[in-house]
């Protein structure tokens, strides 16, 4: 998520028609501050890690692919970086504790070498403080009208299992599985809710990313999860609520994927 669109949160919320609750219970990164740490090309805002998040970017464009490597403990998180040097949004969603952010930059055929290190020791204000702010893969900006739909579905609603399966609903009731997205999507591609809530069609992810986007602006968080269903490579939601863990696939609400005997986790965001 590039954050030249960060810079709408300048004009008031209410401008863009959505709702006092939405106004409300929404989360949205802070633009880089002037606290911005730097090593080799690597460049990150580091400030509100206490959230969930950080954000970072290359210090300069370039043709060279560049991924970044977030580890925790034995678990490493690799992304693609923004090529023009623009800034995204990286989750912190291992929880509290020591993270290494190691930026890697593409030399030769599948040869990388390393670009940038910073460390970071992070303690969340809340465990679960990730999964209430767009990143990477849960894409979504303050105009995005998957946000304005789930403002506008949930209006007036206090309750958050009435928000949630309000919002599960509408994914059942309203969308369909993209069968020739599923067989032409190129590896990598990350989840593409604009699009996708617009033609009201995706695959796996799209939808999975398409309802936490949903349930994050009306301040429920959820993880977008992928791993395997069976042995099938796949991605579904997760929600705590009042304690209790809620599961929805959106795929499966559609009737879109056999019945499924195991999920695995590989990764969630």
Request: aromatic content about 12%; glycine content about 6%.
């Amino acid at each position: 998520m590039a954050l030249f669109l960060l810079t709408f949160l300048l004009v008031p919320i209410f401008s863009f028609g959505h709702t006092a609750e939405a106004a409300d219970v929404a989360k949205w990164p802070a633009e880089p501050s002037g606290n911005i740490q730097s090593s080799g090309k690597l460049v990150a805002d580091l400030s509100n890690a206490k959230e969930g998040y950080f954000i970072a970017a290359i210090s300069a464009p370039t043709n060279h692919k560049m991924k970044l490597r977030v580890q925790k403990g034995d678990v490493t998180l690799t992304y693609d970086m923004d090529l023009k040097g623009e800034y995204d949004i990286f989750p912190l969603q291992l929880g509290s504790g020591h993270y290494d952010i190691l930026l890697y930059e593409n030399v030769s055929g599948k040869k990388y070498s390393q670009a940038g290190y910073l460390g970071l020791d992070v303690q969340l204000d809340r465990e679960d403080a990730a999964f209430y702010y767009p990143n990477q893969y849960v894409d979504y900006s303050i105009l995005s009208a998957a946000v304005a739909k789930a403002a506008e579905l949930c209006e007036g609603m206090s309750d958050q299992l009435q928000i949630y399966e309000t919002l599960c609903d509408y994914m059942k009731n309203s969308f369909l599985y993209d069968y020739v997205k599923a067989v032409t999507v190129q590896a990598g591609a990350l989840p593409d809710i604009d699009g996708s809530f617009e033609k009201k069609m995706g695959v796996c992810q799209d939808l999975s990313a398409i309802l936490a986007c949903m349930l994050r602006t009306q301040g429920i968080p959820c993880r977008l999860i992928i791993g395997y269903a069976d042995k099938q490579y796949h991605a579904w939601t997760t929600t705590e609520i009042n304690g209790k863990e809620y599961f929805f696939d959106p795929t499966a609400a559609l009737n879109a994927i056999a019945a499924v005997k195991d999920y695995s986790v590989e990764r969630y965001y």
